[in-house]
């Protein structure tokens, strides 16, 4: 009994400590930069968020230089999550978890400058008048410009005769203001301050700015699958009249949380499930927060998603108990093919005092006969001296287990009848003179009277 409620708290504190390792916080290490971009701030959010929370998983923000640097991070394994920028190249070992944000490109042109005694250059209204032309790029990021060159490359304009300048993300507004270029681009959000504050400088003299529509977004998108055709909402950066005044078509791409595919499945089920839920607690007073979107869990997408995430957005989430019944299951099998082994070389270590319990059980029943036929009280003090040492042996016997309770009762029926035949000789030695009892044994050790 003691031997089998061991055994039930081995297999009870087992599963409990495997549910505590498995239910322990798991600490993510998240690559995502450049420093003070929008990105950053998100994942900052979302790191102290968790904390509160209590979920099971915490964030650990690495800051890079940008997204291609993350996607290195992640390349290299020295983070297990990371931002990346949907038309760059993606690690071969990335899966998506979710859509941090989509970004919008903008490509407009200020109001012409009036300026007296000069002709004004001609006027651009379409991306084929880009060509000869001075075009400024928001931000120092290399797929900007990148970006660009698709776009001018699918309306045949020869990048040779355009030229192009990238101006910091913070630099911008002023660059525009001294009218440093004759059209620029934009990416980002469609909230994005960093594009109202560009387009909001280009204003003078009381004019708008000329927004370039990008009619072959599908085309383009058919071609470079990493991008899709979007719009941008009439009045998208304020202003009066409303910028732009009506739905400009364009192209967008996706900011993705990817992680490694090497990372748990129910590692990423659970930060998928607690990133989502965090999101409806900040989007109220953190807007960047309302732009994560559930990842694309169709087998034919551009960037897969991690079977954690997907269990989670398509509902096959595992419990605990479903992750690891097989661990279970297998653990009690081994646990009981241990036991049985125990038991068996247990067994076989007592297999000799289980012999020699039964030699000595055999003497008890010969000494039975020895006692009916003895003629000395001596002789039977020395067998009963020797069947109480009997008696303590088969005693130890029972209480080590190499004897059962069936085999101790047929001890004891020997036992009894080997002193019901004592008590017997004894009376009977007592009632004959002593000068039979001498001559009866004299004769037994000579063979003569």
């Not at 993606?90 to 979710?98: D, G, I, R, S, T």
């Not at 076989?348 to 039975?368: A, F, Q, V, W």
């Not at 035949?421 to 000068?435: F, G, H, I």
Request: with cysteine.
């Amino acid at each position: 009994m003691f031997v089998v409620l061991a055994a039930l708290l081995a297999v009870v504190g087992a599963v409990a400590a495997a549910y505590y390792f498995a239910m322990r916080p798991v600490t993510l290490r998240i690559a995502v930069g450049p420093a003070n971009s929008e990105d950053v701030k998100v994942i900052q959010t979302l790191a102290q968020a968790f904390v509160p929370a209590r979920g099971q998983i915490r964030l650990r923000p690495m800051q890079t230089d940008g997204a291609r640097a993350s996607a290195q991070a992640l390349a290299e394994s020295k983070a297990d999550l990371a931002i990346i920028r949907g038309d760059l190249d993606v690690p071969k070992n990335a899966q998506a978890v979710a859509t941090l944000r989509k970004n919008v490109v903008v490509l407009w042109v200020p109001p012409a400058a009036k300026v007296k005694g000069k002709t004004a250059a001609p006027k651009i209204t379409r991306i084929v008048h880009l060509a000869g032309r001075r075009i400024g790029v928001v931000g120092r990021t290399e797929a900007n410009v990148n970006l660009l060159k698709v776009i001018l490359q699918q309306y045949g304009v020869d990048q040779t005769k355009v030229e192009i300048v990238q101006f910091p993300a913070h630099e911008a507004a002023e660059a525009i203001r001294n009218q440093k270029a004759d059209a620029y681009l934009a990416a980002g959000p469609v909230n994005s301050k960093i594009t109202t504050d560009a387009i909001t400088a280009s204003t003078r003299d009381g004019g708008v700015p000329t927004f370039l529509a990008i009619d072959s977004a599908a085309a383009i998108a058919q071609n470079h699958p990493v991008y899709e055709a979007s719009e941008i909402p009439a009045g998208s950066f304020g202003g009066s009249p409303a910028r732009p005044e009506e739905e400009v078509k364009t192209i967008s791409f996706s900011h993705h949380i990817v992680a490694r595919k090497g990372l748990a499945e129910s590692t990423v089920a659970t930060f998928t499930r607690q990133l989502f839920a965090t999101r409806q607690t900040l989007k109220t007073d953190f807007p960047l927060a309302a732009q994560i979107e559930t990842p694309d869990t169709d087998k034919d997408a551009v960037l897969p998603a991690h079977p954690g995430a997907a269990a989670y957005v398509d509902g096959d989430e595992k419990t605990f108990f479903d992750r690891y019944s097989d661990f279970i299951w297998w653990g009690l099998m081994g646990l009981s093919a241990m036991g049985s082994a125990g038991a068996w070389f247990a067994g076989y270590l007592k297999k000799d005092e289980r012999h020699n319990n039964s030699t000595l059980r055999e003497r008890l029943l010969d000494m039975i006969a020895a006692a009916r036929h003895s003629d000395s009280t001596e002789e039977l003090d020395q067998m009963q001296t020797e069947a109480d040492d009997i008696l303590r042996d088969t005693l130890r016997c029972f209480e080590h287990g190499t004897i059962e309770e069936g085999s101790l009762t047929a001890f004891n029926i020997a036992l009894d009848q080997f002193h019901n035949a004592v008590a017997d000789r004894k009376a009977v030695l007592m009632s004959l003179p002593q000068s039979l009892q001498r001559a009866g044994a004299q004769f037994r050790a000579t063979g003569t009277l």
